[in-house]
């Protein structure tokens, strides 16, 4: 039971959440915030489960969130 409402409750917030903003023209937030979910799940993952995130997943979500900054910067200017 738990696992069916881990698959279909996130699933169905996630649409919730995304159809909003489409309609209310945010693209560039449903863009940036697309980076930070999995930084988040894995964040939470680790959480339940007591395993420690080691430094190398800090450090390549460092490099995501770079790497979707410069991308931003780069098509704004």
Request: net charge positive; proline share 4%.
């Amino acid at each position: 039971l738990e696992l069916a409402y881990m698959m279909v409750f996130p699933t169905m917030l996630a649409y919730i959440f995304w159809d909003a903003a489409m309609r209310k023209g945010r693209i560039i937030s449903v863009v940036a915030l697309s980076y930070f979910i999995p930084l988040l799940s894995t964040t939470i993952s680790a959480l339940r489960l007591g395993v420690t995130l080691r430094p190398e997943i800090w450090l390549a979500a460092v490099l995501i969130i770079l790497g979707a900054y410069f991308s931003r910067a780069a098509i704004i200017e």
